[in-house]
């Protein structure tokens, strides 16, 4: 495969390879790649987390809103128990 880079992103790879960081273009590139990938994967990861905090806190409201006695049950089992629905 072959990859044009525009001129500030040869730069970049250029700086890192004087630098001393990488040995090869491709390796720049490669470790470019690798960090992309993980930082999708944080970004799922903490979108999936802030799903679960709105759901706490939509939750927490409905309850205060509708004075809603949980009798010994948390929240977090009533969540469980929605999604099992």
């Excluded at 939509?58 to 006695?69: C, I, K, Q, S, W």
Aim: aromatic share 2%; glycine share 4%.
């Amino acid at each position: 495969m072959n990859i044009n880079l525009n001129p500030e992103q040869e730069r970049i790879v250029n700086d890192e390879l004087k630098s001393g960081h990488f040995r090869s273009a491709e390796e720049v590139i490669a470790k470019a790649l690798v960090a992309l990938r993980d930082k999708e994967r944080s970004s799922v990861a903490a979108d999936s987390n802030g799903r679960h905090d709105d759901a706490v806190r939509e939750m927490l409201n409905f309850v205060e809103a509708n004075r809603t006695p949980l009798k010994g049950i948390s929240v977090k089992q009533l969540i469980r128990e929605g999604h099992r629905l």
